[in-house]
């Protein structure tokens, strides 16, 4: 068991958020949640990841609970965040490269795994760019290479596609499954349902300060692969002088 929920309640204020919320999530699965907009799905993540408590209940990770593990936790989980986390002075490259610099990689090897990601998420033309120029879309790819250049193996992404076309969106979504079939567990949410279906995606709503398991909700005959993901080859979007996938 990765996750725990044992009766969570979360309020702000007199507004209630969360009643009675009990919630499991296992290691090694692949899982969306879904619901409108402020349900409570950010909230939801932010206590997944220890950012937000909740006022009544417990959350426990790992077999114990959340708040007794040291903080250096985080740093072996890939938060992608609807707000942008990003540097806005530093180059889109050092704001990718932070995480590896903060683990004192070194440059030439820190160089080598940004320009990779720079390359999967069709990034490299702003390699350089500072972070406050880029479009949202381009600050959403760049968040999301952030989060996931140490290769984590646990990703929770609020919203990882909601500024993007929905070429660029499977992109996304492709190399997340990439991620999970390597061994990661993935936990993301939505308002756009997506359009794949596969059998072993998990699928969760969040409404009436709760969250449930829910049964697929997608047409198989609308899905654009029968078989599963991906959907989209990332190769499409890196330069052609690129050798590397992800």
């Known amino acids: 068991m990765l996750f725990e929920f044992k009766n969570v309640g979360k309020t702000y204020g007199i507004q209630k958020i969360f009643h009675d919320v009990k ?14 907009s ?26 114990k ?17 609807q707000s942008p986390k990003g540097l806005p002075d530093m180059s889109v490259a050092e704001n990718i490269g932070l995480p590896l610099a903060i683990d004192r990689m070194s440059k030439s090897e820190r160089d080598g795994k940004v320009a990779r990601w720079l390359d999967i998420l069709g990034l490299r033309s702003k390699a350089n760019a500072l972070y406050r120029e ?58 756009h349902p997506p359009r794949f279906e596969h ?9 009436n300060m709760t ?11 609308q899905a654009a692969n029968l078989g599963g993901l991906p959907l989209f080859d990332p190769a499409q979007l890196q330069d052609q002088n690129s050798e590397e996938t992800l």
């Open 211 to 221: 969250i449930r398991r829910i049964g697929a909700s997608v047409d198989l005959s």
């Open 134 to 191: 880029l479009s949202g879309g381009e600050i959403q790819k760049a968040e999301f290479a952030r989060a996931l250049i140490r290769k984590p193996r646990l990703i929770l992404a609020d919203e990882p596609t909601a500024h993007l076309d929905s070429v660029q969106a499977d992109l996304l979504l492709d190399v997340l499954w990439e991620h999970y079939k390597d061994g990661a567990t993935v936990f993301i949410s939505t308002h």
């Open 23 to 36: 919630f499991k999530l296992d290691r090694g699965t692949f899982s969306i949640v879904t619901g409108p």
């Open 199 to 207: 059998p072993e995606i998990h699928r969760y709503h969040v409404s």
């Open 38 to 63: 402020g349900a409570g799905k950010t909230t939801f993540f932010k206590m997944l990841c220890g950012i937000e408590r909740p006022n009544e209940g417990e959350v426990h990770f790992l077999g």
């Open 65 to 81: 609970k959340l708040i007794e593990h040291s903080p250096t936790h985080l740093k072996n989980i890939g938060l992608i965040f």
